[in-house]
């Protein structure tokens, strides 16, 4: 990376789509909106780091699971039916659908 070119504090969202994410995930909380900053601006380096799709994947389980917490006490009632399942390594995959399923959101598959 050249020293003109892209760097952490002068970073710029590629598109509007970016800017409107962010100012969403400001509303869960600084961590999430920062951990997607992060990330826009690691997939925006040019040439990437070696570790980018690495270090990307853990900054979104981050916002995935800031999300989860905002998101289940207001649909409680679907996670309850979670509780009482067996630990599975479907376990997680439960729980994203209880929440598609507590805010009236189909399950594509």
Same mark, same amino acid.
């Given at each position: *990376?050249d020293?003109?070119e892209?760097?952490s504090?002068? +970073?710029k969202f590629s =598109? @509007? #789509?970016q &800017?409107?994410?962010? #100012? #969403? %995930?400001l509303l869960?909380?600084?961590?999430p909106?920062? +951990?997607?900053r =992060?990330?826009c601006?690691l *997939?925006? %380096?040019?040439?990437? *780091?070696?570790t @980018?799709?690495h270090?990307?994947?853990? %900054? $979104?389980?981050?916002i &995935? @699971?800031s %999300?989860?917490d $905002?998101?289940?006490p207001?649909?409680?009632? @679907? +996670?309850?039916s979670i &509780?009482?399942?067996?630990r599975s390594e =479907?376990?997680?995959?439960d729980?994203?659908e209880a929440i598609l399923?507590?805010?009236?959101?189909?399950i $594509?598959?």
């Amino acid at each position: *990376m050249d020293t003109g070119e892209i760097n952490s504090t002068s +970073f710029k969202f590629s =598109d @509007s #789509r970016q &800017e409107r994410i962010y #100012r #969403r %995930l400001l509303l869960v909380g600084t961590g999430p909106a920062a +951990f997607y900053r =992060d990330a826009c601006f690691l *997939m925006a %380096l040019k040439p990437p *780091m070696h570790t @980018s799709t690495h270090l990307i994947s853990h %900054l $979104v389980r981050e916002i &995935e @699971s800031s %999300l989860r917490d $905002v998101i289940q006490p207001a649909i409680a009632q @679907s +996670f309850k039916s979670i &509780e009482k399942k067996v630990r599975s390594e =479907d376990n997680h995959r439960d729980k994203i659908e209880a929440i598609l399923k507590g805010l009236n959101i189909p399950i $594509v598959r």
